[in-house]
């Protein structure tokens, strides 16, 4: 067996709105109010059936054919030398003569003798439907006859290709001395059974039609209708088969003869008049022989056989119930050769019960066949007065074939869930036997439902019932038939503009191609989807963007194309693409599944709050690129991931950067070094973003309940020196200097001030080495700021005044000014308060050159302080209303919170 993507996914459970405007005709027998252009349904349906032994078929009354019986024995005899196919035909075109039951219970007889260990099918032609279109031609049969005789290995895709192997496959079983037998049943043009034939002598065709074939190699055999006795013989033994001990044919003989003659002898007529017989024990053969020839009267305008049958239809149809009747007319909005009783309860809209008992009820008035357990079907003659009976009473075909189609479509979707054991316990099916069970008996009708559908505009029930269609031939591993059925899955998601579809439809399609063997065409395919899922993915962007107005994420709101909400596109391509990873491994170059799943993760950030879906696609692009073995794509996603995971305090963002930084190689080529610059980049965003995560006191204290105290720091620690070691493997020295002076920074402000002292140092180290004079002056005022901290204020003036010189040589003003203050503060505590208010001041400059607010801010301050403790008072208060009023006007907490509160500390309350 083969597994498909799912269908599951897919297929609803909910029954559709049934919408208006449109009616839906069963088999394209019944007339339609409206015209539709869409894409050209499947064709026909070929139902294959296995011959059954005698003791095992249906039980049937069968008279009077002795004759004809031993004549197609003696020719289907594998071990005569006879004419190896037998066409057996009605005298005058005669429907209901009993051409099928004569064919049925030879073959059936055959296979009890062991002639044809081979195998022996039995394929109705349908050559006698209305519509041509309707009729079965060998392209449609030759790949289930193919399956029913049990052919090994993929089934060809072409026609051509088909009939070869249907001959190939004769022709082996001739030469291992295993005759088959190919019972073609309703065949209206010999077209319909010429490549049908077997070649070789050593097999039996036995063909039906209502018409003399030019069959050559064949024996012609014409039933006539019954002889009178035989007649009788079959309403005497069909009636005792009804009602045992039933003697009212035998006491009325005359009466018997004269219903027999009214019924033309013809079986079909014969067995309805008898079960009208059989349902009502207070009525003779005379009484319902006066009946039908009131009926026979109103048909005068057809010939004597016709006439027969249709007088037989009326007058039994005359006799159902009200319910008996509906369910009648109704039976044909089915499109399918059989009905089970679930099925035909949707048609009428009763419960299962009550409909089989219905079914048994018509049965037993012979207006319809058994077809198998559980199984009807109406004889085609019978369907055609059904139909017309549905015209003249006006039934609701459209609400009818709306259940059926939803009836469809809800049994498929849990038969596929059960199949594939996805979705939980169903209410429809105990096991996956079950399910396939049904999706067996049931393939021939929800092929013609998807007939149906397509033919009247409703490409949606379409699309659902073919995706059904998909995965039962995939789950069989039937590789043709999946490519075909996929493919037609494709076009019905093309007309429906259903984005979701189209590409689970063309994922099967890949599928099915890879299983095929077929590994260029399933490359091809697999592009194709990737191809599609950019655009997809581009106009969910787009969508984000504001270029279209939101849009429903519900599909079953709409009777046009499908619609979703943006991040339900980008939901629907992740999806696909992971589904098809098997395909993109084998079949598309390394990239192309990555690129797809980065850009998914590019548009769906700023669209999910929680970043799981950007989360879950770049988790899928690590996979994807480590199988590939590409380490550059793998270490990039994992650098990401560290930018998206959630900081929950169990580290798994933290892992991802150290994932990306093991995956890196630990010296690149020199000529790869520009390229993994990107790594390097992502990795050293991490600790930045945790810096800023860590000022927010909830993920802060998160981090230190599940880590302790320090835990916030500690974390940062890790992540800024992993930063410094991957720009250390592509020798990017300036870099790390940054980071160390980014993490001497963080360390000074948690208090760490061996970390801050160390970090800065190595900063210094290397941009001394660089010749780099501002880099050098940002990590000596740095070290100042540390020595500050620490109290050794000489040093820290010494350092100060030295990085704002080599600062402002090289015209970084900013960072100057801000040096200039942290040597005002020191010179400040070492009592120099000359010293202190002339660095503030200069800081106070620079820091205007440099609309540096908050650098002014915090230098006029420290010019307040110098100018309150040399006694120069005044000239301090207007230095402090001064920052205070910059402060008010930056309009920013971190600006105006610290200068209120160093205002408040030092007593000054002025505004």
């Given at each position: ?15 559709r709105a ?8 069963a088999?394209?027998d ?9 894409t050209?349904a499947p064709g ?8 059954l ?5 249906l039980?049937e ?11 197609v ?6 071990a005569?030398d ?6 057996v035909?009605?005298v005058?075109?005669?429907?209901g ?13 055959a296979?009890?003798?062991?002639w ?9 032609l349908d ?5 041509p279109a ?13 399956h ?6 993929p089934?060809?895709g072409h026609?051509?290709g088909?009939?070869?192997?249907y ?13 088959v037998l190919?019972?073609?049943?309703n ?6 059974v010429?490549?049908?034939l077997p ?7 036995v ?5 003399t074939?030019?069959?050559r190699?064949?024996?012609?055999l014409?039933l ?7 007649a009788?013989?079959l ?6 088969l ?5 003697t ?23 067995h ?14 005379t009484?319902?022989?006066?009946d039908l ?6 048909l005068?305008?057809?010939d ?26 109704l039976?044909?909005v089915n499109?399918?050769p ?6 035909a309860?949707?048609?009428i809209?009763?419960p299962?019960?009550?409909?089989r008992?219905l ?9 319809l066949?058994r077809?198998?357990?559980g ?10 007065f059904?139909?017309e009976?549905?015209?003249r009473h006006?039934d609701?075909q ?9 009836h469809?479509i ?7 869930r059960?199949l594939?054991?996805?979705g ?10 079950s399910?396939l ?6 393939q ?17 029930g ?16 039937r590789?043709?038939?999946?490519e ?10 093309e007309e ?9 439809a063309?994922?099967?399609?890949a ?5 095929a063997?077929?590994h260029?065409?399933?490359a ?6 990737m191809?599609?899922h950019?655009?997809?993915v ?16 519900d ?8 619609r979703t ?11 696909a ?6 395909l ?8 192309a599944?990555?690129d ?8 769906a950030?700023?669209?999910d ?6 989360t879950?696609?770049l ?5 994807s ?10 270490a990039?996603a994992?650098a990401?991931?560290?930018l998206?995971e ?9 892992r991802w950067q150290?994932?990306a930084?093991r ?13 993994w ?5 992502l ?8 810096t800023?995560?860590?000022?927010a006191?909830?993920?802060g ?52 001030h061996?970390?801050?002292w160390a ?7 290397i ?12 990590s000596?005022?740095g070290?100042g700021e ?5 109290g050794d ?21 900013f960072?100057a ?6 040597a005002?503060y ?13 660095a503030?001041?200069?800081?106070a400059e ?6 540096d ?5 915090s ?5 307040g302080?110098a ?6 008072t005044?000239?301090?208060?207007r ?15 971190s ?6 509160r ?9 505004g």
């Amino acid at each position: 067996m083969t597994d498909a993507p799912g269908p599951s996914r897919r297929i609803r459970m909910d029954a559709r709105a049934s919408g208006g405007g449109r009616v839906l005709q069963a088999g394209r027998d019944l007339h339609v109010s409206e015209v539709h252009q869409h894409t050209g349904a499947p064709g026909p349906v070929a139902v294959v059936e296995p011959v059954l032994p005698a003791d095992d078929a249906l039980r049937e009354v069968f008279v009077g054919r002795s004759a004809e019986s031993q004549a197609v024995l003696a020719i289907i005899d594998p071990a005569h030398d006879a004419s190896a196919t037998v066409v057996v035909s009605a005298v005058a075109g005669l429907g209901g003569i009993g051409k099928t039951a004569l064919a049925r219970s030879c073959a059936a007889e055959a296979v009890s003798r062991g002639w044809y260990p081979g195998g022996a099918v039995f394929v109705d032609l349908d050559g006698y439907a209305p519509d041509p279109a309707d009729h079965v031609q060998p392209e449609h049969a030759f790949g289930p006859m193919l399956h029913a005789l049990g052919w090994h290995g993929p089934v060809d895709g072409h026609p051509r290709g088909q009939a070869a192997q249907y001959h190939r496959l004769l022709a082996e079983r001739a030469a291992e001395g295993r005759p088959v037998l190919v019972v073609l049943d309703n065949a209206g043009a010999t077209t319909q059974v010429a490549d049908l034939l077997p070649r070789s002598r050593a097999h039996r065709a036995v063909v039906t039609s209502r018409h003399t074939l030019a069959v050559r190699g064949s024996r012609t055999l014409e039933l006539d209708t019954l002889t009178e006795p035989d007649a009788q013989a079959l309403i005497d033994e069909q009636l005792a088969l009804l009602r045992p001990g039933d003697t009212r044919t035998r006491d009325d003989v005359r009466g018997t003869v004269r219903l027999s003659r009214l019924c033309g002898r013809l079986p079909l007529a014969l067995h309805i008049a008898t079960a009208l017989l059989a349902a009502d024990p207070a009525q003779t053969p005379t009484s319902l022989a006066d009946d039908l020839e009131g009926a026979h009267s109103r048909l005068d305008i057809l010939d004597d056989g016709e006439r027969a049958v249709r007088a037989t239809f009326e007058l039994s149809y005359r006799r159902l119930t009200a319910d008996q009747a509906t369910l009648f007319r109704l039976l044909p909005v089915n499109p399918g050769p059989h009905v089970a009783a679930d099925t035909a309860g949707r048609l009428i809209g009763l419960p299962a019960p009550e409909t089989r008992r219905l079914l048994h009820q018509l049965g037993r008035a012979h207006v319809l066949e058994r077809a198998g357990e559980g199984l009807w079907r109406q004889h085609d003659l019978m369907r055609v007065f059904a139909i017309e009976l549905l015209g003249r009473h006006g039934d609701d075909q459209h609400a009818a074939a709306n259940r059926l189609l939803d009836h469809y479509i809800i049994r498929a979707a849990a038969a596929v869930r059960t199949l594939r054991g996805t979705g939980g316990p169903s209410a429809v099916f105990d096991d996956a036997d079950s399910a396939l069970e049904w999706f067996e008996r049931e393939q021939p009708n929800i092929q013609a439902a998807v007939s149906m559908a397509v033919t009247f505009g409703d490409s949606d029930g379409a699309l659902r019932l073919q995706e059904a269609v998909v995965a039962l031939h995939a789950h069989h591993g039937r590789l043709t038939e999946w490519e075909s059925a996929a493919r037609t899955a494709l076009r019905f998601a093309e007309e429906e503009q259903d984005p979701d579809g189209r590409s689970w439809a063309m994922s099967n399609l890949a599928h099915a191609l890879r299983a095929a063997g077929r590994h260029d065409e399933a490359a091809t395919a697999v592009l194709e989807l990737m191809l599609f899922h950019r655009e997809v993915v581009r106009e969910a962007k787009r969508d984000a963007d504001g270029a279209r107005p939101a849009e429903t994420e519900d599909p079953s709101q709409h009777h046009g194309p499908v619609r979703t909400t943006t991040r339900g596109l980008l939901r629907d391509a992740l999806r696909a693409t992971v589904e098809a990873r098997p395909l993109l491994d084998r079949d598309a170059p390394a990239h192309a599944a990555y690129d797809l799943l980065i850009e998914i993760a590019d548009a769906a950030t700023g669209l999910d709050p929680l970043g799981s879906l950007s989360t879950q696609a770049l988790r899928e692009a690590v996979a994807s690129s480590h199988r590939a073995g590409r380490r550059r794509p793998e270490a990039l996603a994992c650098a990401r991931l560290a930018l998206t995971e959630p900081l929950d305090g169990n580290g798994t963002a933290s892992r991802w950067q150290l994932r990306a930084l093991r995956v890196m190689p630990p010296r690149p080529a020199p000529e790869d070094r520009d390229a993994w610059r990107e790594v390097c980049a992502l990795i050293a965003a991490f600790p930045k973003r945790l810096t800023l995560a860590e000022s927010a006191s909830p993920v802060g204290d998160r981090l230190r309940a599940h880590d302790g105290p320090d835990a916030p720091f500690t974390g940062l620690v890790r992540a800024f020196t992993s930063a410094v070691e991957a720009y250390g493997r592509i020798d990017d020295t300036a870099a790390q200097a940054s980071l160390w002076g980014e993490l001497g920074g963080l360390a000074l402000r948690h208090g760490a001030h061996d970390h801050a002292w160390a970090s800065h140092h190595h900063a210094l180290n290397i941009r001394t080495a660089l010749g780099d004079l501002p880099g050098r002056g940002r990590s000596l005022a740095g070290l100042g700021e540390v020595a500050l901290a620490l109290g050794d204020f000489a040093k820290a003036v010494d350092l100060c005044h030295e990085a704002s010189a080599l600062l402002e040589a090289g015209g970084v003003t900013f960072d100057a000014g801000r040096a200039l203050t942290s040597a005002a503060y020191a010179h400040q505590n070492l009592g120099q308060l000359d010293r202190a208010a002339d660095a503030a001041r200069r800081a106070a400059e620079l820091a205007l050159a440099a609309d540096d607010t908050a650098g002014r801010v915090s230098a006029l301050l420290a010019f307040g302080l110098a100018l309150r403790d040399s006694g120069r008072t005044k000239r301090a208060a207007r230095s402090w209303r001064q920052a205070l009023r910059l402060a008010k006007a930056a309009k920013d907490s971190s600006v105006y919170h610290p200068t209120r509160r160093f205002l408040d500390a030092v007593g000054f309350h002025g505004g």
